[in-house]
DNA sequence: ACCATTACTTGATAAGTGTCAATGCTTCGC
DNA sequence: GCGAAGCATTGACACTTATCAAGTAATGGT
């Protein structure tokens, strides 16, 4: 197990990736077989990279050889598209990789860590000498891109689809299963983005959100600890408040209810 | 150049694929190598297949062996999410590859050609024998991929970040530059989508959008003729009226304006 | 443990968009 | 070239959501 060079960047902790830890909740992977090649391939190239709650990965758009492989926390990728507003573009799970060709090329964007987060950083020509670690990443990437994109697409749905409190309800969901711990019919988790954040990234005002958290509340669907804990308290009372619930459950990794 | 077995489905017309003929508009490949590569590879294993106008292609999520290239054309993955109601989510461009995996688990979807359109349909497992051409193909799918996500980004900020009218600006300047002749300052492109289509994929009423068609008329920025072509009168004035513009001048293969 | 700061909630109001209905214009088939 | 059917436009109205302002709760630092 060889490691290369670090090179840090950004202020981010760098340093020679061990072997690669158990990833949190999301769907599992199909072929474990791949998984493990991928753990290599990742921990003979890659440098471990720690990011702190908040820290901001400003997307340098002229170094497309760069790729990261999100090992644990959850990051959002933000862009300047409209004047100074940030917009929340695309939510990073572990398991996910992150390369500049995914981000539109907006005046500047970024990738914001809203968890502490494990990262391990790639440079994609550093691999270019093993033939077979290569077309393993590449494999292992494009697989990735493809879940994403149709994240991606959920996301549209959710935006174009819904009304808003179906938008606020699917978006818990997925934060649900892919942050929390589930119990029964029970979810609880953090709730790593602000108001602000997951007003944004749902197309909402603030307030308008505020209300919404509200009427769910009043409603017995969910409940809040504090500012940054949200507790599920029926996975099928919150599925009824959205109608892309179930493709939410399949892409997030929940077990569908029959019914 | 030999050819497969040409299944046919859902009515589709097959033929086996003779030399891929040029792209039309949309951004330019970077490396010409590859992209010949990547012209035999489809030659050798695909099979043609020609959608009429209006066309649909249901999507078969009990097969993710079956992936699609388009040669020419404009395509639109629509879902059914919520109810009844048809949510178009992504558009396939000359170039995009399609496939099940990019589609979110929703009850049923379509890609449906939004005008006559040639595809290539490839088995992967067909190439599974070719180490060098699966490379091949799986390095050009995950490009192609990313390039993908980062139009979906643009496509979520167009939602999100901007105002009924910006959205609407945006994407004829998006169409314009991908399926219209481009002449000075103006673009005179057909308008493959009916007014319903559009308004549900920029998550809008068709009635407002009509509304806002002849706001944009009556200030100079497009024209229309009858109800399936539009002029853009000015590319420098269509992009003052959306901050996105510039990204998707870069995306979607404009030059850009300087200024 | 306190205070200052920041984040969140809530109310009143206005703006924008969706809905419904009626009308006008295109397009396609004969 | 004509007529019928479908699509697009426009107006009146209702409703959702944004905005602004004020007040309340939570957080973090000393």
Redesign the interface.
Known sequence: MKTRKSSPTNGFESAPVGAAEAFTNGPVASDTGSEQALEEVLATYGVAVKARRRQRLPVDFKNPDTLYFVKSGLLI?N?V???E?Q?P??IFYPGDFF?V???????SADLIAMTEADLVRIRQSSVANS?EDL?ML??A???Q?????????????R????SSE?RVAAFILELGLRTGQVVNDTVTCDLPLSRNDIA??L?LNADTLSRIMTRLKARGVVATIGRSRAIVKSIKKLCRES??C??TM??HGGTLPQE
């Not at 935006?159 to 819904?162: D, G, H, I, R």
């Open positions: 990728l862009s598209c409209a004047g507003r917009q573009l695309s390369m060709d995914l981000v539109p090329p907006f005046a033939p077309r590449d494999k990437v494009g697989k891109t493809a879940d994403m994109f149709a994240r991606s697409n959920l996301h549209i749905a935006l174009s689809a819904l179906s944004d990234y197309s109608p892309i179930n493709a399949v892409l």
